[in-house]
């Protein structure tokens, strides 16, 4: 099955600083969203895109699929960014499994 | 509030009883996913169905069983509990964009 790697796995950051996190997967995907879990255990959708750049305030994402890469960009980082974030990852063959990623810790210090 | 609606949010039980996890999905979708997260884990799929009729199987133990009703609602049944069985459950619900969205979660833990 479909392969979703993400990177870095823990990131602890100043608050302001900026970060990019990275989603690779090993086949053409259908469908790729970005998850927000915060420290009370909710997933909260960022991002909705199969391809193409989205923005919404500080946080933007990029996805490349014939590159099988998607990018979170998260500006001027907040207390309340802490969490986990997941990349989910519908593949292209229709099995209609949505599979996510390990995610990446994010750790934002006041 | 994502529309998604999980009971029970929190049970806790001994080794070797059956518990049933319940969700409503979004008004208007048709696909439910259940997913298991074990303490410090990612997300596993467990389990997808589409308008009453499953749709994708994941590393569902044959202990778990599923199913949705004709109403869209969708039930976990988890019998035999083990420890080890002790994690988040979540359902997520789509439509025809396929945008997952999330309930709040059941969190089982068994002693």
């Known amino acids: 099955g479909i392969q979703v790697e993400q990177s870095p796995p823990d990131l602890i950051l100043q608050e302001g600083a900026n970060s990019t996190l990275r989603c690779n997967f090993s086949?053409?995907?259908?469908?790729l969203q970005w998850f927000h879990q915060n420290p009370w255990g909710q997933l909260i959708n960022l991002f909705y895109i199969p391809s193409g750049t989205k923005q919404n305030g500080r946080l933007s994402a990029t996805t490349v699929a014939t590159e099988r890469y998607s990018l979170l960009y998260i500006s001027s980082s907040q207390t309340t960014d802490s969490g986990v974030y997941f990349c989910?990852?519908?593949?292209?063959?229709?099995?209609?499994?949505?599979?996510f990623g390990k995610g990446t810790r994010l750790h934002i210090l006041p | 509030d994502s529309g998604v609606t999980q009971t029970p949010k929190h049970l806790i039980t001994a080794t070797g009883q059956r518990v049933t996890l319940r969700c409503s999905p979004r008004s208007g979708d048709l696909s439910v996913y259940w997913y298991q997260q074990s303490l410090d884990q990612g997300l596993q799929f467990l389990i997808q169905?589409?308008?009453?009729?499953?749709?994708a199987k994941g590393n569902i133990l044959e202990r778990f069983s599923a199913q949705q009703f004709p109403d869209l609602h969708s039930e976990l049944n988890l019998s035999s509990l083990e420890l080890g069985d002790s994690a988040l459950y979540f359902c997520?619900?789509?439509?025809?964009?396929?945008?997952?969205?999330f309930g709040e979660g059941s969190r089982l833990t068994v002693l």
């Open positions: 169905y589409y308008n009453g009729e499953e749709r």
């Open positions: 997520a619900s789509s439509g025809s964009g396929g945008e997952l969205f």
């Open positions: 989910a990852v519908e593949n292209n063959n229709r099995d209609d499994k949505i599979i």
């Open positions: 086949d053409s995907v259908n469908n």
